[in-house]
């Protein structure tokens, strides 16, 4: 405290000391004038001035020591009253601003959580209905109807899902279970779902998994699949999707390629930014640029690291990798 209230004046009582330091250099130069005389009134004003900067101190700074001494307590309104009566109005100004954002957060906490709770169950409702017209969907004869209305169908319950998975996210660490996953199985449940999709867009998939099983959450796990896997699909056209899973680096890698599209690679560093979406493709208003935001924060606490390599109208290549068994084990039992 003491050094920073001599680094705060530090320019005053240099300026003092130089004009100290005058005095004696004007004693020294003009003999007609006693230099008793002058270092007696420098020893003097050294001894007021200091005798000065000791009051100042103490009252200047009475008021941020108490501060200081319960710097682990931000509730002001337990602070000793200041003896002067303008530090008196601050404080006190300070803690009626202090309850009421107090009371302010709390309160929007309690909303925030009222809405999350209202869209989930909201979430929850649509998914009946929309299971029912699916089940209708099947039902057509009608194949060029079907096709159609079934890909209207499965973007609306893609649009759910990530609304459903989004809303999660922030609880998603007391959500997880690690376990032994099958990666064969996952894939070709994804595959279903897109299958009248990927018929219609006469989009295969060419599936080599030399590593069938990972330790990773399944219900995450699934939903990052399911986003990469919409998005090759979406962007590609007539052609294969290769989907592989080796060793390396005692690591298990799996990667997503297509042969759609492409992306900008201006555009690669972005691809993961909260609400991005392509600038070759801006104009598409279907494009949230949620998805792979989503899928990027869920990947952090499963440990999996995600790169993409693209070139604009040849393909991209998504590669997830999966940490080894013993980062899991560290990072429970931290």
């Not at 590593?211 to 959450?217: F, G, I, R, T």
Request: hydrophobic share 45%; charged share 25%; glycine share 2%.
């Amino acid at each position: 405290m003491i050094k920073t209230y001599i680094l705060e004046r530090l320019s005053w009582i240099i300026l003092f000391l130089c004009l100290q330091l005058l005095i004696v250099l004007v004693v020294f130069i003009d003999p007609s004038i006693p230099s008793e005389a002058g270092f007696y009134i420098v020893l003097l004003s050294m001894l007021i001035f200091s005798t000065f900067l000791v009051i100042r101190y103490h009252k200047e700074t009475k008021f941020y020591q108490s501060l200081q001494e319960r710097k682990h307590d931000l509730d002001i309104t337990n602070l000793a009253v200041p003896e002067s009566p303008f530090e008196q109005i601050i404080a006190t100004s300070m803690t009626k601003q202090t309850t009421a954002l107090k009371q302010q957060a709390t309160e929007n906490r309690v909303l925030l959580e009222q809405e999350k709770d209202e869209l989930l169950a909201w979430v929850h409702e649509v998914k009946t209905p929309l299971t029912a017209l699916h089940l209708m969907i099947d039902r057509l004869e009608d194949d060029k109807l079907k096709a159609a209305m079934t890909y209207e169908w499965l973007r609306i319950h893609l649009l759910l899902d990530q609304q459903l998975h989004q809303k999660r996210l922030p609880f998603m660490e007391n959500d997880l279970y690690i376990e032994k996953t099958s990666l064969e199985e996952i894939i070709f449940q994804e595959i279903k779902t897109l299958r009248s999709w990927c018929m219609q867009k006469r989009i295969g998939f060419d599936v080599d998994l030399e590593v069938e099983n990972v330790l990773s959450d399944t219900k995450w796990l699934a939903f990052i699949l399911r986003q990469l896997l919409t998005n090759a699909v979406k962007y590609s056209e007539a052609s294969d999707i290769i989907i592989k899973s080796y060793i390396e680096n005692e690591q298990t890698v799996l990667q997503v390629q297509d042969f759609g599209r492409g992306i900008d690679s201006k555009d690669i560093p972005r691809l993961f930014d909260k609400g991005f979406t392509s600038t070759t493709e801006h104009q598409n208003n279907a494009a949230t640029g949620m998805g792979l935001y989503l899928t990027k924060k869920i990947a952090k606490p499963l440990l999996i690291d995600i790169t993409v390599q693209s070139e604009l109208g040849v393909g991209t290549t998504v590669t997830l990798t999966f940490p080894k068994r013993n980062d899991f084990v560290r990072t429970i039992s931290m």
